[in-house]
């Protein structure tokens, strides 16, 4: 099992920048893949960012060049430098993280709210 815990959220003002942290723990967990998710009021959740555990990025075009995901594998955290931010990236965002030594299990956090408002 993989516990995720995610902090960063809140309300910021368009062009501004906010930070997300995701921080994975538990016993015998191998990380392949740690990524964020973002699902907006009435609609689908979808994919943002993935950095893998070898160091590819990838992000979903809609936030290349402004959002930035980073890992730092001793402490098996993730984050997501978010700048630029626009009134359309308002969504609940959740970490998502793939364990290789359960067969490539997904585990998820329970989300954090960003809210990009004047």
């Known amino acids: 099992q993989v516990q995720l815990v995610e902090s960063g959220g809140g309300l910021v003002q368009p062009v501004g920048s906010l930070r997300l942290s995701c921080a994975a723990s538990?016993?015998?967990?191998?990380?392949?893949?740690m990524g964020w998710y973002r699902q907006a009021p009435g609609k689908q959740r979808e994919w943002v960012a993935t950095i893998f555990s070898a160091g590819s990025r990838n992000y979903v075009n809609s936030v290349k060049g402004r959002f930035t995901i980073s890992r730092d594998n001793a402490k098996n955290t993730v984050s997501l430098q978010m700048n630029s931010l626009k009134p359309e990236d308002t969504a609940v965002y959740y970490c998502k993280v793939t364990d290789r030594s359960s067969g490539y299990r997904d585990y998820w956090g329970q989300g954090t709210q960003v809210t990009v408002s004047s």
């Open positions: 538990g016993s015998s967990f191998s990380i392949y893949a």
